[in-house]
Every structure is written in C-alpha cells, then in structure tokens.
C-alpha cells in the first residue's frame, strides 16, 4: 500500500488532485499501480492548446534535475526507478494497441510489458535486500541512541536514590543507610560503565 501523501511527493501534485483520483478509482495497492490508472485515465490534451505548457513552478525543474540524477546513479533504488519507468512505458503501448485494435502490436505489446514487469521485480528484489543490508545499520545506531538516552535517565535516578531512601530504611541512623545504598548505587554504577565499554 502506498499513502496519498507519499503520491504527492512522488508525483510532485497537490493533495486534492490525489484525493479526487482516489474517488475516481485510483488503486493505492502501490505506485505502479497508481501510475498505471493514472495514464490510462488521464485527459487527452485538447488539439488547440499546446501539449507542454510553460511551468509556473519554480521547484518543477529542481524536481527534474533531481529525477535525471537519481535514474543516472547506480544504485538499486536508481534501477529500480528506471525499472518502473519502463515499465509504464511499456503498459502504455498495450494500452495505444489495444485503443488502435492492432492484434500485431497488441502481441509485441504485451510482450514487452511482460519483460518489463520482469524486470522491476528483480530491482525490486535487489532493492529489498540492498535496504534490509542498511537497515542492519541503522537499527544499531537507534539501539546506541536509546541506550545511552534511557542510561542517562537510569543514572540520575540512581544518583537519587541514597538520599531519598536513607530515612525509610533506617529510621535511627540515616547516615550509615545512606552509606549502604551509597556502596550498592555505585557497584550499579561500575556494571553500567563496564556495559557501556563493551558496547562501543
């Protein structure tokens, strides 16, 4: 599944015109799927009006230039846009086959589509596991974060603990309870700096 707001990113459009897409039918199983419906169900451009219209927004080029980098870099997630892409490509030549009731090119079309979809799945696959080898990474240096983050809270409550409990544990002589609890707080201590070196 694939969120609206991750099609407005991925499409560079607003909200509301992924909203009306949705009610119109859209399927938001993945992007391909989505970009598939949009193709077939796009509005042919009117024959008066040009086919490109001037772009009024200034982060349309910023988009490209970004696009045209990612598809030149070789990498899977590169491969695998180039993979999508084609694939589009391909879907949409069955669909001009099918419109023009051409068997011929209707056969070559599908043909093509097919070896297409081929291919985005092996990027898919080589990309699945290229993020499942990163994300090794990434979940140790989360785990580090959260450690020394709830070690921090852990200690300053440890360092409290003496003089908070020194009076209930012993009434009659707080100071040497508060020595006792000292002497243990600090073997606490000693455990995590012990724990901390062997984690680095």
């Not at 099918?98 to 898919?124: F, H, L």
């Not at 300053?156 to 544990?169: E, G, M």
Request: with cysteine; aromatic share 4%.
């Amino acid at each position: 599944m694939i969120s609206q707001k991750q099609l407005c990113e991925a499409w560079g459009v607003d909200k509301g015109l992924i909203s009306r897409m949705v009610k119109n039918g859209m399927p938001l199983t993945s992007e391909a799927d989505a970009s598939r419906w949009r193709l077939l169900n796009q509005k042919k451009p009117s024959r008066v009006q040009p086919i490109l219209k001037p772009s009024t927004n200034s982060s349309e080029p910023s988009d490209l230039s970004d696009f045209a980098e990612s598809l030149k870099q070789e990498t899977t997630n590169g491969r695998l846009i180039r993979a999508r892409r084609a694939e589009l490509v391909a879907y949409s030549l069955v669909a001009r086959a099918s419109r023009d009731g051409n068997p011929v090119a209707m056969r070559a079309a599908i043909q093509g589509w097919g070896e297409a979809k081929k291919r985005v799945s092996e990027a898919e696959i080589e990309h699945a596991q290229f993020e499942e080898l990163t994300k090794a990474t990434m979940r140790t240096s989360e785990v580090q974060e959260i450690y020394t983050k709830f070690l921090g809270q852990i200690r300053s409550l440890l360092d409290a603990l003496p003089a908070s409990l020194a009076t209930r544990a012993n009434p009659s002589d707080p100071e040497c309870a508060k020595t006792a609890i000292q002497e243990g707080v600090d073997q606490i201590f000693i455990a995590i700096q012990k724990a901390q070196e062997g984690f680095k």
